[in-house]
Structure formats: structure tokens, C-alpha cells
């Protein structure tokens, strides 16, 4: 008999809620588990680490996805198998614009698609778009939180390095590639954004980010911030999917 169990991610229905944050880190599940009701560890496969506990009576997970487009759309594939319906990334960003400073917070509309993975889907001219759901849950929950934010254009990169130390590669005009989105208005940079918002959409699944900034416009490295800040950003996240799970039920009439 074959197994039940998805083969990356480690997962077999009923293990997962519906709802499911996702960091880049399996360090952070533990952390966001803090927040939902009755957590438990139920997977730890490659970089795939899941808790699930509940929100308001709800199922709710969080599951690692590690660094990349490719990882983040193996794992989203194989939780919409499962009935996961609803993606909120929880990760890190570098800033793009000279406002935005570290420990800030960056919920994305949409994203530039420099990467890879989601062309194996669908062409580059298909766009990298939230859930509109989402993003207003992002704000109202960022907004009651006192703590500063941001909403607009981000950018997805596979290189990460090439962003953070562009004179030190081979590449010609990197710093130039830099500025132009940056006038463009692209608010900051990660790795995993557009993929998880082309793969969701292709797949009818609703998608979100929240980001917290961990390095400055032309820093060149990335720092590490006190905890506080990234406890504080787990707080908002947690917050949005109980809003969503809140307009869910009004929905459905419950």
C-alpha cells in the first residue's frame, strides 16, 4: 500500500490546518508555535519542520519552507494536496528603499519575479500577486499593532549574495540593476515571495508576506536583530490569520 504521507514535506492529512505560516527557517516554527493554542511538532523532513496547534478553535499550522523559490514551491504543492488553502511567509527581507529601516515591517502586494522557479509554471509576463484577503489583513493587523510598516512592490532574488555584495562578482552592472529598482519603487528584497504567490494563484490557494527588514539600503551585510523584533512581527502574523479565520466564518455564515 502506498503511503499516505507527502514525500518532501513529511505530512498526511489531518496533521495540517488549513492555515499555515510559513518561515523560510525551521528554527521560527517553534517560535510562531508559541502563539497558536496546543502546538505539537508533527514533521521535521529536509527543511520542512511543521507544528500544529489551533486559533480560535481553528486548525492552524506552521511549517518551514527553507531558502528559495524551488523548496518553497515543492512545500506548497504538497500542502494544497493536504487541503491547505491559505499561505502566510513570515520571513526576512533587505531594504530597497532609504525609509525603510531595520526591524520595520514590508507586506508585499506583489513582487518583481527575478528568479526562477515560478517560469517553469507560467512565463514572466504572468505577475506575482497577493491575496487580496491577505494583504488587508496584514495591514489592519500591522496597523492595530503600533509597530511601523510598509505596503508595496517587492522583489525576488535567487542570488542573495549578488544583492548584498554586488561589486564582488562577475557580473557587470549589478549596483546599476540595484538602483533601477529602487527608483522603480520597489520597497525590499527576498528569495521566496513571487514563487509562493505565482504557485498559490495557479493553484487557487490564497497567498500573503510579511517581512521583517533585517538590513538597510546599501548596509552590505545582514544584521542580527534582537529578538524582540522578529517576536513582535509573529505577533502581527498571528494576528492577520485569526482576522482571516474571523472573515472566513462570517463568510461561510458560521
Not at 523560510?24 to 500544529?52: C, H, N, Q, W
Not at 520571513?91 to 530597497?96: D, S, Y
Not at 512565463?123 to 500577486?129: C, D, G, H, I, T
Not at 549596483?175 to 504557485?199: C, I, P, Q
Request: glycine fraction near 10%; proline fraction near 6%.
Amino acid at each position: 500500500m502506498a503511503s499516505t504521507r507527502k514525500y518532501h514535506v513529511g505530512l498526511a492529512k489531518g496533521e495540517v490546518g488549513k492555515y499555515v505560516l510559513v518561515p523560510g527557517d525551521p528554527g521560527r516554527t517553534p517560535m510562531i508555535a508559541k502563539y497558536l493554542d496546543g502546538a505539537k511538532e508533527v514533521a521535521f523532513s529536509r527543511e520542512y519542520r511543521t507544528f500544529t496547534g489551533s486559533l480560535d478553535g481553528v486548525p492552524v499550522s506552521t511549517m518551514s519552507t527553507g531558502m528559495g523559490g524551488p523548496s518553497v514551491a515543492i512545500g506548497i504543492e504538497e500542502l494544497s494536496e493536504l487541503g491547505v488553502h491559505t499561505f502566510l511567509r513570515v520571513g526576512t527581507c533587505g531594504a530597497a528603499q532609504p525609509e525603510i529601516k531595520m526591524g520595520d515591517l514590508v507586506i508585499a502586494l506583489g513582487s518583481v519575479r527575478s528568479e526562477g522557479t515560478p517560469n517553469g509554471y507560467v512565463p514572466l509576463e504572468y505577475p506575482a500577486v497577493a491575496s487580496l484577503h491577505m494583504v488587508n489583513a496584514l495591514v489592519d493587523a500591522a496597523k492595530d499593532s503600533g509597530v511601523p510598516y510598509h505596503v508595496g512592490i517587492i522583489r525576488s532574488v535567487d542570488a542573495l549574495y549578488s544583492d548584498l555584495v554586488p561589486d564582488s562578482m562577475p557580473r557587470p552592472h549589478l549596483r546599476d540593476e540595484l538602483e533601477m529598482w529602487s527608483r522603480a519603487g520597489v520597497l525590499s528584497n527576498d528569495m521566496e515571495t513571487s514563487t509562493l504567490f505565482v504557485v498559490a494563484r495557479l493553484r487557487k490557494l490564497r497567498a500573503g508576506t510579511i517581512n521583517l527588514c533585517v538590513d538597510e539600503l546599501g548596509a552590505g551585510e545582514i544584521h542580527h536583530l534582537d529578538p524582540s523584533y522578529m517576536d513582535r512581527m509573529l505577533k502581527v502574523a498571528v494576528d492577520a490569520v485569526r482576522r482571516l479565520i474571523e472573515h472566513d466564518r462570517a463568510a461561510e455564515g458560521k
